[in-house]
């Protein structure tokens, strides 16, 4: 190569300039390390949203087929529509909508603009009584930090005011995105008057609710022109104390009474309550931060401290709060870690370079390091990739790749100069032998990783750091190999003028060059025994643990308290109440709190978020330590077991990865729900003949009893009573009937007409009610209706349009929810080959997630191996060089299987990603090889000279290179999300680099023919 082409005699010929711009980059890099955002999980584009709808009176099946059906049918004409999984229950309607993973992120907020515009179509073929729909497309966003408010001595209502007070500071801090209130109880005004005394006195509830109507009004009564002046008239009648509500006046049988004096009003709380939060057992109100997208973790929390500590001081004695979800300390012991890890990573490799190279060509590695990482920070801040849980493990992951073009320059410099070269000979020598094939490797590493940049799923988007950050480091590797290392070098290392010799002619290289002769001589031997290896890692690993993603090494448990269908939520709070008792004695946890009738907000992007279930409650339990978790979670799982009968008790620790409901699940479509019935049973039959899972069930649960009320109609009209008349009374006797509002402040506060608790909670007084006449007076109920007892449905699931019934199950400690999905998946077989035409069982949990992330990142796989092609005919010239380099891509199964089954890790989605990549580091090395067997054939060498003089001479760029990715692996070897993957690619590379060296010189003597030199 010409001079005037050799970049590295162009930055050697200005060396001061060439410093300067490095420097910049250097000081730049540092720079942008401080600016780069700081959070536990990338930004991540949620494709999901909420619709929910409410008939309030209709039955499960009602719902279902007039309201649930209806919306999903529109909105499978959604653009990048994937599926809806829906159920129905007695009064509403839930929908979470899902769109493709290939849904660009910038079109989803239009998208959801289209589902309000299509579902707002149809909404008057709905029924008219229906409430809503109303959309929730922030579904998916993280409240990273929540604070829960008490008041000993306030009720929950002053509390409230304390709160959004804090609410209305807080929004405006500059990383802040959404500040909401969770378990607000919306106050109530209650006129509580007998259903008795109503029939008595002869009025009917409407009549209550047109005399509040008529006074309690804000209504314009136009406006006086007076002149030059326009003066507004205003009808003052609305209430603005509760006393005059008690003072309303009502005309009763030719008289007039104060509402007071036939009712008793008292202001409280509905009744009852949708959802309740509590903290250390006591009443709560939570505060919830969510951050913007590009906002920084850590600088938030130092925020919120500083406020968080300023209200503590002004807010009065008594209101409290606690941090119950502290994520930017979560960051901020990641990071740590991080930076630990990062930097023992850094010495291992230093380690390396000093005990392999010597002190001057170390001290040349040392220099281009840090100047490639900042490098790689600046490209981070330009292409806004934050630090966070992928793209600190990819720094490390790319690490121990980073310095291989360095070490190869070095060593070929080191090389060079001990055989005479002066150092600008040397440096440029380097330059022309080199830069292709470290740029031939680079790309074909970085292909390595291509699948994860283009997978078309949320585990993809979800990983895409991993590809971004280390294609990054790895073009930059190779950019500072051809300019800092050459003027590093230049400046530290020693000329050897006078002393040429050939360094390959010691004993070391000679015993080596003997073993490579006799791998060319035993060549089949060699093959044969590799592809043996090979066949044996491929079986090996089959006996490997398979696992989609691990729970994570956060201290907080989730512990789910599920009753029956049917069930109140005052008694999920009892049942609740009763597993805090339990938590509060625990010296193990620091704090817990309780939501019922609803899921903890998203306080960590993998939760599975429940919807509106009253038979449902949540506890987030935060213990003190990693060995205090699991003591309290076999704590409570015991208890769960042996103290709470007809409860599901679950007890999670917190998951990475995509959110999966229950970790094995199969679920049965189709359209009859007595035949899905039957098969949920057999294949709940089957689960159970597996010991390894635990607590098996249904997620549809028994019938639920109902209270029928078949009005006569014939009777009612001779009567005077309508089916309306019936239906209002009812509800008034049991829940209360809405009759205005009072307005108070920002608050509207509903007033209720409701019967006193005592008539409200005894059934058998339903027959008794008095139903208003038409005619006056009233009619006894049993008298226009007959009452019965009859069983329900409490819910209906559904899958797109299809009746989805799933059985689900947890898993005993110590085996993987996908070992035994694979497992059950064949079992369940038998059960497809009976089903009825329509019918079909799919897998959900781990298994069902697992497998649509692996089609993703499989569609990415021809692209790469395009790309690995392309770049290895460019670079070879030769289609049968390029098959060669190829052939030794698989060759690192045979380690991954010893090193997973060695050190018992799982096979999971991370570990199978660096199984991917893992051939591009090894093509990487095989590249280098091949090309410079080329290379000597090109000066003359006979093929067996060839070969064996390349293979010494690439011997110790590839082990250094190689030692150096291994070790650099060491400090993930102790992380919870990439300790398999760093198990895997250390035993893939080791096997592989022992490969390169003894089996692809076999093999390329046997596919060209090479003989003995005579």
């Known amino acids: 190569?010409?001079?005037?082409?050799?970049?590295?005699?162009?930055?050697?010929?200005?060396?001061?300039?060439?410093?300067?711009?490095?420097?910049?980059?250097?000081?730049?890099?540092?720079?942008?390390?401080?600016?780069?955002?700081?959070?536990?999980?990338?930004?991540?584009?949620?494709?999901?949203?909420?619709?929910?709808?409410?008939?309030?009176?209709?039955?499960?099946?009602?719902?279902?087929?007039?309201?649930?059906?209806?919306?999903?049918?529109?909105?499978?004409?959604?653009?990048?529509?994937?599926?809806?999984?829906?159920?129905?229950?007695?009064?509403?309607?839930?929908?979470?909508?899902?769109?493709?993973?290939?849904?660009?992120?910038?079109?989803?907020?239009?998208?959801?603009?289209?589902?309000?515009?299509?579902?707002?179509?149809?909404?008057?073929?709905?029924?008219?009584?229906?409430?809503?729909?109303?959309?929730?497309?922030?579904?998916?966003?993280?409240?990273?930090?929540?604070?829960?408010?008490?008041?000993?001595?306030?009720?929950?209502?002053?509390?409230?005011?304390?709160?959004?007070?804090?609410?209305?500071?807080?929004?405006?801090?500059?990383?802040?995105?959404?500040?909401?209130?969770?378990?607000?109880?919306?106050?109530?005004?209650?006129?509580?008057?007998?259903?008795?005394?109503?029939?008595?006195?002869?009025?009917?509830?409407?009549?209550?609710?047109?005399?509040?109507?008529?006074?309690?009004?804000?209504?314009?009564?136009?406006?006086?022109?007076?002149?030059?002046?326009?003066?507004?008239?205003?009808?003052?009648?609305?209430?603005?104390?509760?006393?005059?509500?008690?003072?309303?006046?009502?005309?009763?049988?030719?008289?007039?009474?104060?509402?007071?004096?036939?009712?008793?009003?008292?202001r409280g709380y509905q009744d009852p309550p949708e959802i309740t939060m509590h903290y250390a057992g006591k009443p709560a109100i939570g505060l919830a931060i969510s951050m913007k997208p590009r906002g920084d973790v850590l600088r938030l929390g130092q925020d919120l401290n500083r406020e968080m500590d300023a209200f503590h001081a002004r807010l009065p004695i008594g209101v409290e709060f606690a941090r119950v979800s502290d994520q930017p300390a979560v960051v901020k012991g990641a990071v740590g870690e991080f930076m630990s890890s990062f930097l023992e990573a850094v010495a291992i490799v230093l380690v390396v370079s000093f005990v392999s190279l010597g002190l001057r060509a170390g001290l040349v590695v040392a220099v281009t390091i840090p100047l490639v990482v900042a490098a790689t920070f600046l490209l981070m801040r330009i292409f806004h990739i934050d630090l966070h849980r992928i793209s600190t493990g990819a720094l490390i992951i790319a690490l121990g790749l980073l310095v291989d073009d360095a070490m190869i320059v070095v060593e070929m410099m080191v090389r060079k100069l001990q055989e005479g070269y002066d150092k600008t000979k040397a440096a440029t020598f380097a330059y022309s032998a080199t830069v292709f094939p470290m740029l031939s490797g680079t790309l074909v590493t970085a292909a390595g990783f291509l699948p994860i940049g283009t997978?078309?799923?949320?585990?993809?988007?979800?990983?895409?750091?991993?590809?971004?950050?280390?294609?990054?480091?790895?073009?930059?590797?190779?950019?500072?190999?051809?300019?800092?290392?050459?003027?590093?070098?230049?400046?530290?290392?020693?000329?050897?003028?006078?002393?040429?010799?050939?360094?390959?002619?010691?004993?070391?290289?000679?015993?080596?060059?003997?073993?490579?002769?006799?791998?060319?001589?035993?060549?089949?031997?060699?093959?044969?025994?590799?592809?043996?290896?090979?066949?044996?890692?491929?079986?090996?690993?089959?006996?490997?643990?398979?696992?989609?993603?691990?729970?994570?090494?956060?201290?907080?448990?989730?512990?789910?308290?599920?009753?029956?269908?049917?069930?109140?939520?005052?008694?999920?709070?009892?049942?609740?109440?009763?597993?805090?008792?339990?938590?509060?004695?625990?010296?193990?946890?620091?704090?817990?709190?309780?939501?019922?009738?609803?899921?903890?907000?998203?306080?960590?992007?993998?939760?599975?978020?429940?919807?509106?279930?009253?038979?449902?409650?949540?506890?987030?339990?935060?213990?003190?330590?990693m060995p205090a978790r699991e003591r309290v979670l076999a704590k409570l799982k015991k208890s769960f077991d042996d103290d709470f009968p007809g409860v599901r008790g679950r007890v999670q620790r917190v998951p990475l990865g995509p959110p999966v409901t229950y970790p094995v699940e199969f679920r049965v479509l189709g359209d009859d729900l007595p035949t899905l019935k039957k098969l949920g049973d057999q294949m709940a039959e089957l689960m159970r003949t597996d010991v390894r899972l635990r607590d098996v069930h249904p997620d549809w649960g028994v019938q639920t009893p109902m209270l029928r009320v078949d009005v006569d109609q014939d009777k009612a009209r001779v009567a005077g009573v309508t089916s309306q008349d019936v239906a209002r009374t009812l509800r008034n006797a049991v829940d209360g009937l809405p009759i205005g509002q009072f307005r108070e402040a920002d608050q509207l506060i509903d007033i209720v007409l409701r019967a006193p608790a005592k008539e409200r909670e005894q059934l058998e007084q339903v027959s008794a009610l008095q139903v208003?006449?038409?005619?006056?007076?009233?009619?006894?109920?049993?008298?226009?209706?007959?009452?019965?007892?009859?069983?329900?449905?409490?819910?209906?699931?559904?899958?797109?349009?299809?009746?989805?019934?799933?059985?689900?199950?947890?898993?005993?400690?110590?085996?993987?929810?996908?070992?035994?999905?694979?497992?059950?998946?064949?079992?369940?077989?038998?059960?497809?080959?009976?089903?009825?035409?329509?019918?079909?069982?799919?897998?959900?949990?781990?298994?069902?997630?697992?497998?649509?992330?692996?089609?993703?990142?499989?569609?990415?796989?021809?692209?790469?191996?395009?790309?690995?092609?392309?770049?290895?005919?460019?670079q070879l010239k030769s289609l049968s060089r390029t098959v060669m380099v190829l052939i030794t891509a698989p060759l690192g199964i045979i380690g991954v299987a010893l090193a997973l089954l060695v050190f018992h890790k799982p096979f999971g989605f991370v570990a199978m990603l660096g199984t991917i990549a893992l051939g591009g580091m090894i093509m990487r090395n095989t590249v280098i090889l091949i090309d410079q067997i080329r290379q000597n054939k090109l000066e003359g060498m006979t093929p067996w000279d060839a070969v064996c003089d390349a293979t010494v001479r690439r011997f110790r760029p590839i082990m250094l290179t190689s030692a150096a990715a291994i070790l650099a692996m060491i400090p993930l070897t102790r992380s919870v999300l990439w300790g398999p993957m760093a198990y895997a690619i250390m035993g893939g590379l080791l096997v592989a680099t022992l490969m390169t060296v003894l089996f692809v010189p076999a093999l390329y003597a046997s596919w060209h023919k090479v003989r003995r030199t005579v």
Not at 172 to 177: E, K, Q, R
Not at 196 to 209: M, S, V, Y
Not at 260 to 266: G, K
Not at 522 to 528: A, E
């Open 772 to 874: 208003p006449s038409a005619y006056g007076g009233t009619v006894p109920l049993a008298q226009v209706a007959h009452i019965a007892y009859v069983l329900e449905e409490p819910i209906i699931w559904r899958k797109n349009r299809d009746i989805s019934l799933s059985v689900r199950s947890d898993i005993i400690e110590g085996v993987q929810a996908t070992d035994v999905a694979i497992d059950l998946n064949q079992k369940m077989d038998t059960l497809r080959a009976k089903l009825p035409p329509g019918y079909r069982i799919e897998a959900g949990g781990e298994m069902g997630e697992n497998s649509g992330a692996q089609d993703s990142i499989n569609a990415g796989m021809p692209l790469m191996l395009a790309v690995i092609l392309g770049v290895l005919m460019i």
């Open 1 to 266: 190569m010409s001079k005037r082409g050799n970049l590295t005699a162009l930055a050697l010929g200005q060396r001061e300039l060439s410093w300067f711009f490095i420097a910049l980059i250097g000081i730049a890099g540092l720079l942008s390390y401080f600016q780069l955002g700081q959070r536990e999980d990338p930004d991540f584009t949620f494709r999901g949203m909420v619709v929910r709808t409410m008939w309030p009176g209709a039955t499960t099946q009602q719902v279902d087929e007039q309201v649930t059906q209806r919306i999903v049918k529109k909105l499978q004409e959604v653009p990048y529509y994937l599926e809806a999984f829906s159920y129905s229950r007695s009064g509403e309607s839930i929908i979470i909508l899902k769109l493709q993973d290939n849904a660009p992120r910038d079109q989803v907020s239009d998208l959801w603009y289209q589902v309000r515009k299509k579902v707002g179509d149809i909404k008057h073929t709905l029924p008219p009584e229906v409430q809503g729909p109303s959309f929730d497309d922030e579904y998916g966003d993280v409240f990273g930090s929540i604070y829960a408010f008490t008041g000993d001595g306030f009720s929950l209502a002053e509390l409230r005011g304390y709160v959004e007070h804090v609410q209305a500071h807080l929004v405006n801090l500059p990383d802040v995105a959404k500040v909401s209130l969770i378990g607000v109880q919306p106050e109530q005004i209650s006129i509580n008057l007998s259903n008795q005394k109503l029939a008595t006195l002869g009025i009917p509830p409407l009549a209550i609710a047109q005399a509040l109507q008529q006074q309690n009004i804000v209504q314009d009564a136009g406006r006086l022109q007076a002149g030059d002046f326009s003066v507004p008239l205003r009808v003052r009648g609305e209430f603005q104390s509760l006393d005059e509500l008690r003072a309303m006046p009502l005309r009763v049988k030719g008289r007039t009474l104060r509402l007071a004096d036939i009712a008793e009003i008292t």
């Open 455 to 625: 997978a078309q799923s949320s585990t993809g988007e979800y990983t895409f750091a991993m590809f971004a950050v280390v294609t990054i480091a790895l073009i930059v590797s190779w950019v500072a190999a051809i300019f800092v290392t050459p003027l590093a070098g230049y400046w530290l290392l020693k000329s050897h003028a006078g002393h040429g010799h050939e360094v390959f002619d010691t004993p070391f290289y000679r015993r080596l060059r003997g073993v490579i002769e006799w791998c060319l001589d035993n060549r089949k031997r060699v093959i044969l025994a590799t592809l043996g290896l090979f066949v044996l890692g491929a079986v090996g690993m089959k006996f490997t643990e398979k696992q989609f993603f691990p729970s994570s090494n956060r201290v907080e448990l989730l512990v789910q308290v599920w009753l029956p269908e049917g069930a109140s939520i005052r008694a999920t709070e009892r049942e609740a109440a009763k597993v805090e008792a339990l938590l509060s004695a625990d010296k193990d946890i620091v704090s817990y709190v309780t939501y019922a009738g609803y899921g903890s907000p998203r306080f960590f992007l993998s939760l599975d978020q429940q919807m509106y279930r009253p038979n449902f409650a949540q506890l987030v339990v935060l213990t003190r330590d």
